[in-house]
């Protein structure tokens, strides 16, 4: 079933006015170029058949008639494609006239769903033509087959993957207040379609493109938007064939005003049902008759192919170059502001940084996080706060870069406290030095792909403990720091920690020249750089293991599923074999350790996914990994 995806399109034909027989043949003609794409499911315009500018032309029943005809027709030489498909046409119901799609699949029509909201303001006419369509559903006899659902309360869900179930609406009907595909989503419906036929101007398609991701989001759906191709263009309007499709936020794939007219992407349905799972809010009826809803069934074999979909290498950061320094700023405004939090709260007097285990990129960032927060903290009238760097003797067999560990606290005005002796868990012990240990706070370094390694020991020390990176991915850590590096607001005139306690020192969040010269020293970071134990066991590089955590803990994805995607976001870097091997390594260790992480020092929630059992995460420490033991071994085998 191809791990949950399908492959959906959406295209604009180039209609005639009134010319059904001819809108039909573009109309086969666009999805067979689908088909042929591997699309299983595609969506068409609003009243493609006849054209949405038909008019007054909508009262011939010769017009009608044409449409009903061309609709037999198409269903017919389409029977041989395995691909489910909506098309818009005027239905004559009764002696009433409604605006609807026809969703069709293997020669039958299996229901038609009526427009609910009819516009009839600005440049839409429609109340002249058609009526309100009616939300119960009654058999009609359409394009010569009976018994054929007709009614805006109706979902359509593929018995062969139930998590694949098909909601409709049209146009206007996603401007309402209410859409009616909420109540679709909460139907069941994981893909929502929209047949438009919706005008281009200058400020309407940058909305449209955000309401119609922003409807995705918020209904943890695939919305298929469809709009008219440029052959509903009059001397009034222009339309252009805007294709968006979006999947919880994100576009997919798109088709700009006046481009292709066509769009395609893989949707994981299988992670929409995921998330609304996890979403207690999330109210989804145990059954489509429950919400008030019929369901039909239909029976689709999902192909396996390879995948179009993007897929990102770093999941916790943005894409976007501009994004993406939005990001790295935010956060460490999160983190400084969280430990300013707890030194306000315990009325501390002094932090202590351990700079002597783990990654020299965490202890870095570890440092500027408590100088910014004691100078936060010294700007809002507090007694100014000691900031001591803990680091070995320069001539230890360290992990971390003395030198460099160093040189940044000294630009910081922090204390250097070296210790050759401080090789156990008990800080407070090896160290007589810290004397009220409940008016100090240590700030253990360590980061979220640690912990889910199980490589860092949190707890070790005996004074009140903040974790200021245990929340943040390792591939997130070198990129805040280049960051902070270039940042235009370094505080030229800063002594950092050091004057952390004045009065004059601004609230916002800079970086003293001479740390950002630090910080521009070191060597790139590249993300491909192995995370190892103290044995100097490899387990991967930051990039792969950050991509695993994301996959097991945001997406809940099993490792075939998760295999599969690292093999696509990672191709020309590493090969599957490569990736399998670090990934059964991720698992072991994540269950193998899970214990460890029961207790862990507060630290700020930076993103979506996070470690700690009081912000939510609550697998138990006892948990057997036997199903992803016995995955992985099928896996094995299959390589």
């Known amino acids: 079933m191809n791990d949950g995806f399908v492959r959906v399109a959406t295209a604009s034909p180039l209609t005639t006015v009134a010319d059904p027989d001819h809108n039909a043949v573009m109309c086969e003609e666009a999805i067979r170029k689908a088909a042929q ?18 008019n007054d032309l909508l009262y011939h029943t010769i017009v009608l008639e044409g449409a009903e005809n061309a609709l037999k027709t198409l269903v017919r030489d389409t029977a041989d494609l395995n691909v489910l498909f909506s098309v818009g046409l005027p239905l004559c119901i009764n002696g009433k006239t409604y605006n609807t799609l026809a969703i069709c699949y293997r020669g039958r029509i299996l ?34 087959q009976e018994n054929v659902p007709f009614g805006s309360h109706q979902i359509f869900r593929n018995s062969l993957m139930p998590q694949m179930c098909l909601g409709f609406e049209i146009c206007e009907d996603i401007w309402s207040p209410k859409p009616p595909s909420i109540d679709l989503a909460l139907a069941g419906a994981t893909i929502l379609i929209n047949g438009s036929a919706s005008n281009a101007s200058l400020d309407k398609d940058v909305y449209r493109r955000g309401l119609i991701s922003g409807q995705s989001a918020r209904l943890l759906a695939c919305y298929m938007y469809c709009s008219s191709g440029t052959g509903d263009s009059t001397g009034d309007v222009t339309v252009g064939g805007q294709e968006i499709i979006a999947e919880n936020g994100t576009i997919l794939a798109q088709a700009e005003p006046f481009g292709s007219g066509f769009a395609i992407a893989d949707v994981n349905v299988d992670g929409l049902w995921d998330s609304r799972r996890g979403m207690s809010s999330f109210h989804v009826a145990a059954t489509a008759q429950d919400a008030g809803y019929v369901e039909t069934l239909f029976s689709m074999e999902i192909s396996e192919a390879p995948l179009i979909r993007p897929v990102s290498r770093t999941p916790f950061m943005p894409a976007s170059a501009d994004d993406r320094e939005d990001s790295c700023a935010l956060a460490f405004k999160m983190q400084a502001y969280g430990l300013l939090a707890r030194i306000n709260h315990q009325h501390a007097r002094s932090l202590y940084v351990d700079a002597m285990h783990g990654s020299v990129q965490n202890a870095m960032l570890a440092m500027l996080v408590a100088a910014q927060a004691a100078k936060l903290a010294g700007s809002r009238g507090s007694s100014p706060l000691e900031v001591h760097v803990l680091v070995r003797s320069s001539d230890d067999a360290i992990k971390v870069d003395h030198e460099m560990v160093v040189r940044l606290a000294k630009s910081l005005g922090c204390e250097i406290d070296e210790s050759a002796d401080l090789s156990n868990r008990s800080v407070a ?10 008016s100090s706070i240590y700030i253990d370094p360590c980061d979220l792909t640690e912990l889910a390694l199980g490589l860092a020991q949190p707890n070790h020390c005996a004074m009140p403990q903040y974790a200021v990176n245990s929340q ?47 910080l521009r020293s070191i060597p790139v970071q590249q993300d491909s750089v192995m995370i190892a ?12 293991v950050d991509f ?34 670090w990934m059964n390594d991720f698992y072991t260790r994540f269950f193998a350790t899970q214990f460890m992480r029961y207790s862990l020092p507060d630290g700020p929630r930076i993103g979506s996914a996070g470690l700690d059992f009081h912000d939510g995460f609550m697998y138990p ?15 094995r085998e299959g390589l």
């Open 429 to 438: 012990s090896a160290n007589e030095s810290l004397r009220d240990a409940y």
């Open 472 to 518: 943040m991915v390792r591939s997130l850590v070198p990129a805040i720091l280049e960051y902070l590096a270039r940042d235009g607001e370094a505080d030229k005139n800063a002594g950092a920690a050091g004057n952390a306690g004045s009065t004059d020192a601004p609230d916002e969040l800079t970086i003293p020249a001479d740390a950002q010269s630090v």
């Open 37 to 54: 794409q591997g699309a299983h499911v595609v969506a068409l315009p609003e009243m493609v058949l006849t054209s949405y500018i038909a």
């Open 621 to 635: 420490s006892h948990a057997q990994a036997t199903l992803w033991r016995k995955e992985l071994e099928e896996i």
């Open 111 to 144: 229901g038609v769903v009526p427009k609910t909201f009819i516009p009839t303001y600005g440049v839409d006419f429609e109340g002249r033509w058609f009526e309100p369509g009616p939300a119960e559903v009654s058999n009609i006899v359409v394009a010569g």
């Open 548 to 581: 695993f955590i994301d996959g097991l803990l945001r997406a809940q994805q099993r490792p075939r599923k998760l295999l599969r995607l690292a093999v696509q976001a990672f191709a020309g870097t590493y090969d599957e074999h490569e990736l399998f091997g």
């Open 533 to 544: 134990d103290n044995d100097s066991t490899d387990f991967g590089p930051a990039e792969v």
